[in-house]
């Protein structure tokens, strides 16, 4: 018998929120909620681990719910500790999948050792990073910096 088994489960908590998903059973390793902002701005924000096991967790549906339609996507990363290579694939292809889509995706406000990683990574060159939610709303309806 494995010691851990993995759930996952879809909430309608809100009018404006599309999904939540909780995976781990015990200990929480990813947690993604989305959230509808004025004027079809979303936010996406991140919780847990975005290593091996929660970049699989989230990948295909951060994916299919920013590539679906031309998305302007706030990644809040404010309650991830642990960014791995895999999260930053993560990243990445969502963020060329909105932009394929004609939207934009920025990342806001990333823990100091997640914003580590990314400036190392120079993913900040390509995925606009905010630490003022203001700011991130602004920089979402801009063309992106650079192509990925």
């Keep these: 018998m494995s010691s851990f088994q993995r759930t996952s489960f879809t909430l309608k908590l809100h009018p404006r929120l599309i999904f939540r998903v909780i995976v781990g059973e015990g200990v929480q390793r990813m947690e993604l909620t989305a959230t509808e902002l004025p004027d079809g701005i979303w936010k996406f924000d991140l919780s847990g681990r975005l290593d091996v096991e929660g970049a699989s967790d989230i990948d295909l549906k951060l994916t299919i719910a920013i590539a679906g339609q031309p998305t302007l996507a706030i990644i809040d990363l404010t309650d991830v500790d642990f960014l791995a290579s895999l999260g930053i694939g993560t990243l990445v292809r969502t963020a060329k999948a ?7 995706m920025v990342l806001f406000n990333p823990q100091p050792n997640v914003a580590k990683v990314l400036a190392s990574t120079r993913i900040d060159h ?3 990073i905010c630490y ?6 602004t920089l979402v309806r801009m063309p992106p910096p650079t192509p990925l």
């Design 132 to 137: 003022e939610l203001a700011q991130a709303l």
């Design 98 to 104: 909105a932009r394929l889509r004609g939207g934009n």
């Design 126 to 128: 390509v995925i606009p």
